[in-house]
């Protein structure tokens, strides 16, 4: 049980809210272990705040072991810390080194409006996933579950897309705050499966647009969000996307102009 | 008051009773179904399939969540599986095994009904999941995957990876999304259920804290759903997510909902252990593990070699040795205990001497490396990042944490409350998993709750009780809203020394030491004596800083805390009151001579029901008798 | 224009597959323009007579130009407009942003940069060449432009040619990147392949900044 005796100065955002102006406020962390998480040095920092009777740094952090999404750090400027395949909450404080100066900044996109310190709000992907996010099977519908027979190539690649959790670590690391990345998980999964095939063109379509109105940037193929994502989704999925989104627009084209269209 | 116990499980033989009461319940016409609103708390895989399922049929659905999207409700944590009876690999799987299995498993105590529905709807639950798109494992021929889970002899674990909670709430997410964008869900995140409304004796509506604003808010509906999930978070370190808590489950039984079996807590064996006292939270290292891991500790006490140094003859195979033929499979309690057993003779390794190994060595040697990596590659890999260490190289260190619980309020048979319009989903229910719960189950039965058995009773409920018109201008309302109004005051003037999470973790000690995987009477008085203790304290010397105005997460925690509080006092009086040993309920009085649990199936075959008389006030335990017509009791052995 | 035709033009990836099939129609000419530059080294009657040639085409060249200016046009409006949404889709800037370097590189963080030396560079190259100095010559009898000598004492200045020679490096960045995400916007990244795609798209690129920077160095040494 024992503190460690690393110090670290960390340079963090505050602000109150989203009508306020913020800043970066320096902080001291002495005696940090390196068995400790990133999450856990914070709660440390909190709870010496708070006994001063000072607000607590307000970030988003739920299940702490890198499967709901919620935390949502820049670590020195990195989505999540930029390590490989890991959310805040994974990242261990053996990363860093004694005397370290650390920076941690809140995800910045006018899609995710700041809420307070490091929280922002991400309701923009619930919205996107109502958009076309979903096969429509009402409960009872279903037949057998080995009705339908998926290829294991076509599982896998499918499971590869949906273990996307949402943190919105691809919008905050592109350099263009695009959110094409996980949209296109969501798309590619639902297109890859035979299940998903009976509404993919209105899928595609209608949650292309519903990611450009919700002010999202465009993708321009850096692959930073790959990059960054603690989950590897592959921009290839971004790759069917396009793919999905052309042959949809021009079948609802043909279907425009001869059923005489809105 | 007396509280009525009616369990109302449906007459005739238990293969025919979910048919038949299906058949009485009462229909609502669809045009009749969006008069009604219903509100569900909770968006886990059974508050996320109800709210999916209800709106599909009609009703109008008002969503709450306390994370900022549904999506990330806690049951995506789950890794392992979900356990049906459809008896693809042809290996002797039935309806009839499954809940054999899950009653034996919980130790003969829970409700044969309820189990037997549970394992009957499994198989619809599969078919959903796969229409909805849930990539679950196939193989080459296309055909879904099974494997066996947690010792059970027939594989009907139904996975998706490791990460099959996931899967299945974005499933349920999936279907939630689709009836918002219907406009027939009303989605409200970042919402704390703090209290419920009763109007004249049935549950009406809710008072809820926007997390954002600070701001209480009150909903007004004709049925409320919760599905809120467990409270392992009572013990401060556990495998549940930080925001999981008690308060709404908490708030529904001071409202007159009774909570039944609340020491039944499930400890799961294989967890990273704790290793310094700032740490927030436990992992979970998938049970899997176990099907080629070896679990032992040095049989010399301080022994300090590294443990590829040990030879072989100073290792003790503990569960090797005292449980021969399930060997590392024993079932969680079992081996869960056997883990404290060594760590207390002082066997136990690592810096804090409350570890085991869990050792791939031997695994290593027969399969290779690559076959192990491709088994639980990513399984190594998250105890590496955590831990800093290679488990290729040496074993992992392993120690139980607290990670279900299967205690709840307690439901009839159609999963209604003994609050009037209050149902309970999922964990925070206690019907189907007795004194323990098998792996897998979890997901099993949350589903089952909100796709396939909610949507008929709560028609039922709606169909044949006259509900009158309510508001939130009613006075019900206004007294809940100012309740919790005084509370949040009142935690904001203390303006005392020490944070939530400091009683929080005082209140964890207290009850990992004396409620935890092994329990005896002076321990169990002790630990209510200390918690009244540190809960008079909490109310003279907390500290919350800022204001109840805007996002103060201070606030919140502080607020789930002093639920805790009390939670954790009634869950040492049920262990005190139980005597006997059930499952994860193990009293240190009632063992046979070589440590196994002792049931006392005479006295204690009931679930223990309590019900809240007051603040001042003891809680008044009451029975339902637990009646078993088709499953023969019978003393669980894996020796 | 139906409904799903308009969506489809002002979507983003609409607008990012309509870049890319400009870019690559792009790609497609300078491959033959630095084709036609090689001419250079046969001397200045190959390169006159290669350049009548394509004069004398008439109303088909100018269709082609027609064609280039449009797709120049296409590509660089809707870069601009994406360029400019994107700034705007963050407008408060990191302190401290920085990438993995398993992703962004210099050449696609550059692209809107290098693309604007192109514009600015384009605009040069047709005043110095197309409508630069215009001197005559008789090759086999036949009097046409000597656009030879045009091209070697365009080149004579220093001045120009390491003008000319940066902008080729900006336009190796630019298609470095460009080539193989054009491929991408279509949709057409399939795992293993597009690793040879990406390294099709350098090999192109060297190929173009070094063909065409080489001549330049080649024709200011010419003329000096």
Redesign the interface.
């Known amino acids: 049980m024992s503190n460690g005796n690393m110090t670290l100065n960390l340079k963090i955002w505050r602000q109150v809210n989203a009508k306020t102006e913020g800043k970066f406020v320096d902080y001291k962390v002495d005696h940090v272990s390196e068995d400790m998480s990133f999450l856990e040095m914070i709660d440390v920092l909190n709870e010496q705040l708070v006994r001063k009777g000072d607000d607590a740094i307000a970030f988003d952090h739920d299940c702490r072991e890198g499967i709901c999404g919620m935390c949502s750090m820049m670590i020195n400027g990195k989505a999540h810390g930029g390590f490989k395949g890991t959310t805040t909450c994974q990242v261990h404080m053996r990363l860093f080194k004694d005397g370290d100066t650390v920076v941690v900044e809140p995800w910045r996109s006018r899609a995710f409006p700041l809420i307070k310190d490091l929280t922002v709000d991400r309701s923009a992907f619930d919205t996107i996933q109502q958009a076309g996010g979903y096969i429509t099977a009402n409960t009872g519908n279903a037949q057998d579950a080995n009705a339908i027979l998926i290829p294991k190539p076509i599982a896998d690649e499918a499971m590869d897309a949906a273990a996307c959790i949402g943190c919105g670590a691809c919008v905050a690391s592109c350099p263009n705050g695009s959110g094409m990345l996980f949209m296109s998980a969501k798309v590619s999964q639902l297109a890859l499966l035979p299940q998903g095939k009976a509404e993919a063109e209105k899928r595609v379509l209608e949650m292309v647009q519903t990611h450009d109105e919700l002010g999202f940037g465009n993708c321009s193929n850096h692959a930073e969000c790959e990059a960054t994502c603690p989950k590897d989704i592959s921009i290839e999925h971004i790759a069917r996307t396009n793919r999905e989104y052309i042959a949809a627009a021009i079948k609802h084209h043909e279907k425009d102009r001869s059923g005489g269209g809105a | 008051m007396s509280f009525n116990l009616d369990s109302k499980i449906p007459a005739g033989p238990i293969e025919q009773k979910w048919d038949k009461h299906k058949f009485d319940s009462k229909l609502i016409n669809p045009s009749n179904k969006r008069k009604f609103t219903v509100i569900v708390v909770g968006t886990g895989l059974a508050g996320g399939s109800a709210a999916a399922t209800l709106a599909e049929l009609g009703y109008n659905v008002l969503s709450f969540c306390i994370q900022d999207s549904p999506r990330r409700a806690h049951s995506i944590a789950a890794q392992g599986g979900i356990n049906a009876a459809k008896n693809y690999p042809n290996d002797g799987d039935s309806i009839k095994r499954l809940f054999y299995d899950t009653v034996k498993g919980g130790d003969y105590r829970s409700r044969e009904a309820n189990v037997y529905r549970l394992a009957q709807v499994s198989n619809n639950i599969i078919d959903q999941s796969v229409a909805q798109g849930v990539p679950f494992a196939r193989e080459y021929g296309g055909y879904l995957d099974n494997r066996s889970f947690g010792g059970a002899q027939v594989s009907r674990t139904f996975y998706a990876r490791g990460q099959t909670g996931q899967q299945l709430l974005l499933g349920a997410y999936s279907g939630m999304m689709k009836m918002v964008a219907k406009g027939k869900i009303k989605m409200f995140n970042r919402r704390e259920m703090m209290d419920l409304v009763v109007v004249n004796g049935k549950a009406r509506g809710i008072v809820c804290r926007n997390l954002l604003t600070g701001e209480l808010e009150s909903y007004a509906a004709d049925a409320v759903i919760l599905a809120t999930g467990g409270y392992g978070n009572v013990f401060f370190l556990s495998t549940n997510a930080m925001a999981s808590n008690v308060t709404a489950a908490w708030r529904c039984h001071k409202k007159g909902a009774g909570f039944a079996n609340p020491c039944f807590t499930q400890i799961h064996p294989t967890c990273i252990p704790v290793h310094g006292d700032y740490q927030s939270k436990l992992t979970l290292m998938s049970e899997s593990l176990r099907n080629d891991g070896r679990v032992w500790v040095p049989k010399k006490k301080g022994d300090t070699r590294k443990p590829a140094e040990i030879p072989d003859e100073e290792r003790d195979y503990y569960l090797e040795r005292v449980y021969p033929s399930f060997g590392n499979l024993a079932p969680r309690d079992v081996s869960s205990r056997q883990a404290k057993f060594r760590c207390d003779e002082g066997l136990g390794v690592g810096s804090t001497g409350r570890a085991v190994y869990l050792d791939f060595r031997d695994a290593i040697k027969r399969d290779g490396q690559a076959k192990i990596a491709d088994k639980y590659g990513n399984l190594f890999e998250m105890y590496q990042k955590i831990v800093g260490a290679n488990p290729y190289e040496e074993p992992m260190m392993i120690y139980p944490a607290v990670h279900y619980t299967m205690g709840g309020l307690w439901v009839d048979y159609n999963l209604q409350s003994t609050v009037p319009g209050l149902h309970v989903l999922g964990e925070a229910n206690f019907s189907d998993h007795g004194a323990n719960r098998l792996g897998a189950s979890a997901l099993m039965q949350g589903l089952a709750d909100g796709y396939f058995v909610i949507p008929y009773t709560l028609g039922h409920y709606l169909g044949s009780n006259t509900l009158e018109k309510v508001t939130t201008d009613m006075p019900e309302f206004k007294a809940s809203l100012k309740m919790v109004e005084e509370q949040t005051t009142k935690l904001l003037s203390v303006k005392g020394k020490k944070t939530a999470d400091d009683f929080h973790k005082q209140l964890g000690h207290i009850m990992w030491e004396y409620v935890g995987m092994s329990r005896n009477e002076a321990g169990l008085k002790k630990a209510i004596a200390e918690i009244r203790k540190v809960r008079e304290e909490f109310w003279k010397d907390v500290q919350v800083p800022g204001d109840a105005g805007n996002f103060n997460t201070e606030l919140h925690k502080a607020a789930r805390v002093a639920d805790f509080l009390e939670l954790g006092e009634l869950m040492a009086l049920d262990a005190l009151e139980r005597n006997e040993s059930c499952g994860g309920h193990f009293r240190e009085e009632f063992q046979t001579p070589d440590n196994e649990a002792k049931r006392d199936d005479e006295n204690y075959a009931h679930s223990a029901v309590w019900e809240y008389t007051g603040p001042n006030s003891s809680p008044v335990r009451h029975k339902e008798e637990l009646t078993f017509e088709n499953v023969k009791l019978a003393t669980r052995s894996y020796k | 224009m ?4 308009a ?2 033009f ?8 309509l870049i890319a099939v400009t870019g690559l129609a792009l790609c497609g000419f300078l491959v033959s323009h630095l084709t036609g530059n090689f001419l250079l080294l046969m001397g200045a009657d190959a390169f006159n007579l290669y350049a009548h040639k394509l004069a004398s085409l008439g109303a088909l060249l100018y269709l082609a130009e027609l064609g280039l200016l449009v797709a120049l046009l296409i590509h660089l409006g809707l870069a601009l407009k ?1 360029t400019l ?2 700034k ?18 210099i050449m ?2 550059s ?1 809107p940069y290098t693309g604007l030396v192109l514009l600015a560079f384009i605009i040069t190259h047709l005043m110095g060449i197309k409508y630069g100095s215009y001197y005559t010559t008789i090759v086999d009898g036949v009097e046409m432009r000597d656009v030879y000598r045009t091209t070697i004492e365009h080149f004579s200045s220093i001045g120009y040619t390491v003008w000319y020679s940066f902008a080729m490096i900006c336009a190796a960045f630019h298609t470095a ?1 460009g080539f ?2 054009a491929f ?8 293993r392949y ?1 690793g040879k795609v990406k390294l099709l798209g350098i090999l192109y690129a060297i190929f173009i900044g070094a063909g065409f920077a080489s001549l330049a160095i080649w024709s200011h040494l010419k003329g000096v």
């Open positions: 139906t409904t799903a035709v969506h489809y002002g979507s983003s990836i609409g607008r990012k597959q994406i949404e994107n705007a889709a963050r407008p408060v800037k990191y302190l401290g942003k920085k990438n993995t370097g398993r992703g962004t590189t696609s963080a692209m990147h193989s995400s991408q916007s279509l949709g057409l990244n399939h795992g597009f």
